[in-house]
């Protein structure tokens, strides 16, 4: 199992920024993807990007596109996600995942190791 811990959340105000980090250990996982979800009150967990071992393939949920921004280390140890021009819809726990097959998508059925989540606040 893929040991995942997810740090860097906080409040913000709407408009800024915060960089969330993903430190995976435990047994070798050469190959897997890793993404990011998130899931506010009340709403149904949504795919936010996922990134290849190499870190050259990525993907984002649409909606997305142009604020946040997934990247890996070059240990592939540890991801991050860059979120920028935060909003109030932004608000949610954010959760890292990891995905032994490859792909590198947001099915999150797909992905087998998960981590307890860091809390997002954007206020207005």
């Known amino acids: 199992q893929v040991h995942l811990v997810e740090s860097g959340g906080g409040l913000v105000q709407a408009g800024g920024s915060l960089r969330l980090s993903c430190a995976a250990s435990?047994?070798?996982?050469?190959?897997?993807?890793m993404g990011w979800f998130r899931q506010a009150p009340g709403k149904e967990r949504e795919f936010v990007a996922a990134i290849g071992w190499s870190g050259t393939r990525t993907a984002y949920a649409e909606a997305l596109k142009g604020r946040f921004a997934i990247s890996r280390d070059g240990a592939k140890t540890t991801i991050y996600l860059q979120m920028n021009s935060l909003k109030p819809e932004d608000t949610a726990v954010y959760y890292c995942?990891?995905?032994?097959?490859?792909?590198?998508?947001?099915?999150?059925?797909?992905?087998?190791?998960w981590g307890q989540g860091t809390q997002v606040t954007v206020s207005s």
């Open positions: 435990g047994r070798t996982f050469s190959g897997y993807t």
């Open positions: 995942a990891a995905d032994r097959h490859g792909v590198v998508d947001g099915l999150a059925s797909r992905y087998e190791d």
